[in-house]
């Protein structure tokens, strides 16, 4: 696994995590409430908002939830005016939502996934990193993190529409990030080939699944990409997917 240098949080920083309701949501806002941080949690279903909201245990002024589809082209807006009504600030936007769809080949009617795909990875991030990475480089500081996939940089055959829209998400961000460079603010891309929520790499080993990774090493990862001592990186692409993956 990949070595990732350590980090913490300042106090009180304002977190945006979207698709909070997942595997990989709940261990990431588990961790960054245990750090200090605020958080603002997205997804689509407010009953499981309602739950993750409860069992983090907070005080009802560090925690904000909102059921949006980012999809929409003014949900960003939404999202980034709820946020700033309520803690007055933002400064880490943390996107996580997942999505995949495939199985067709290029040259048998894959249009439809392609567009799907690309509405859930591209689009959504669009939106929300126009309405808030504004409102970071205002403040002088703030941290974009998107969670990618190495079909980003070598498509299955019958995957090609997720690695496509993850291309084109990847491509977004390195450009946003050479945008904003010497603001203070800092944009990277974590790849992660499967997020192993039961632990499987570790309790029954397979060549299978060794290139698989859990969300709490994931969340290891933001937690330092979202600290001071990570300020100089930006535009990266960091593989978390083992020595076992030999693909980009």
């Known amino acids: 696994m990949a070595i990732v240098p350590q980090g913490s949080l300042g106090k009180n920083r304002v977190a945006v995590i979207t698709g909070a309701t997942g595997n990989l949501g709940r261990v990431v806002a588990h961790r960054l409430a245990e750090q200090g941080a605020r958080l603002a949690l997205l997804s689509t279903n407010q ?3 309602d739950e993750l909201a409860r069992d983090l245990h907070l005080p009802p002024e560090r925690w904000l939830t909102r059921a949006l589809d980012l999809r929409e082209p003014q949900a960003g807006q939404v999202a980034r005016d709820a946020v700033l009504e309520r803690f007055g600030q933002a400064d880490i936007l943390l996107h ?14 894959a ?14 991030t669009l939106h929300l990193t126009q309405a808030f990475v504004p409102h970071f480089v205002a403040s002088r ?12 940089a070598l498509p299955a055959a019958d995957n090609a529409a997720y690695g496509i829209a993850k291309a084109a998400e990847e491509t977004l961000m390195l450009a946003l990030a050479e945008g904003i460079k010497g603001s203070g603010v800092t944009a990277n891309v974590l790849r992660v080939r499967t997020i192993d929520a039961k632990h499987q790499r570790d309790r029954r080993p397979t060549p299978a699944n060794a290139a698989w990774t859990t969300p709490e090493e994931i969340a290891a990862a933001i937690v330092y990409l979202c600290s001071d001592a990570a300020r100089v990186v930006n535009g990266a692409r960091i593989p978390l997917y083992g020595s076992a993956a030999a693909s980009p």
């Open 141 to 152: 500081w703030g941290r974009v993190i998107v969670i990618s996939s190495p079909h980003a």
């Open 96 to 109: 996580l939502v997942g999505g995949w769809v495939g199985g067709k080949p290029i040259t048998r009617g």
């Open 111 to 124: 249009a439809d996934e392609i567009a799907e795909m690309l509405q859930q990875h591209l689009w959504t």
């Open 47 to 49: 009953a499981k908002l």
